[in-house]
């Protein structure tokens, strides 16, 4: 029995297994489900840090919600509907779980015809639905300038509600709502909100963006 024992060895000798390996922050970061905000200088936050911006703000909502979400955020100033429309295949090359669509603002303020913008919307929606995962779809509204004319003002307006409908996206009514207009929330320009703009932005994106991404 003794001899046994001895040919077995010391227990402390024995080679220990290496831990299970851990995935880096970086890595979790990567494979997350993402949400991609297709937009404008409105989403890009022109005039500020990236990190004041709408959609970094969500991030920081997101992650405090406990939700495994990655934002990625897409906006280019100066794009009109036509403009996302062209560049959307190339970004649905990427993962892709919700596609926020925030666009139309640069229709507006070039005066364009709301039949465009209202097809380069439904264009945008369709393309998406049509990808392979479709990611849940999220439109937001915006709202035309008053001196186009009351009848421009509320055939621009009436895109959203009715493209959200038609597609089953989530319809933010109007990303600016209770910052458009408000001096204090404004930069300089008159068009871009500030840091508290944009803080503002982001409860209103937030209230119909969370039940989506808790369904998810």
């Known amino acids: ?17 290496p831990p299970p390996s851990t995935p880096s922050p970086e890595a979790v970061l ?3 489900p993402v949400v991609l905000f297709l937009g404008t200088s409105l989403t890009v936050g022109q005039g500020l840090d990236p990190g ?32 996302a429309l062209g560049r959307l295949d190339w970004l649905l090359r990427q993962r892709v779980d919700v596609l926020v669509v925030e666009t139309g603002a640069n229709d507006a303020l ?9 097809d380069n919307i439904r264009a945008i929606l369709e393309r998406a ?3 392979s995962p479709a990611p849940r779809l999220v439109l937001v509204g915006m709202e035309a300038p008053r001196n186009l004319g009351a009848d421009y003002v509320r055939r621009f307006r009436e895109i959203y509600p009715a493209l959200a409908r038609e597609s089953g996206a989530a319809l933010v009514p ?8 408000e001096e204090s929330l404004n930069q300089a320009d008159g068009i871009h909100p500030t840091a508290a ?10 209230r119909v963006l969370e039940p989506v991404l808790r369904r998810g």
Not at 55 to 71: H, S, T
Not at 174 to 181: K, P
Request: aromatic share 4%; charged share 20%; glycine share 14%.
């Open 1 to 17: 029995m003794m001899a046994g024992v001895a040919a077995c060895g010391p227990v402390e000798d024995k080679a220990k297994a």
């Open 30 to 32: 990567q494979t997350s």
């Open 52 to 83: 004041q911006a709408y959609p970094a703000l969500i991030q920081q909502k997101i992650d405090a919600a406990g939700l495994a979400y990655r934002v990625v955020n897409a906006g280019v100033g100066g794009d009109t509907s036509a403009d």
């Open 110 to 118: 070039r005066g364009q015809d709301p039949a465009a913008t209202r």
């Open 129 to 131: 639905r049509g990808h």
């Open 174 to 181: 109007f990303l600016l709502e209770g910052v458009g207009g």
């Open 197 to 206: 703009g944009h803080e503002r932005m982001a409860e209103t994106v937030w």
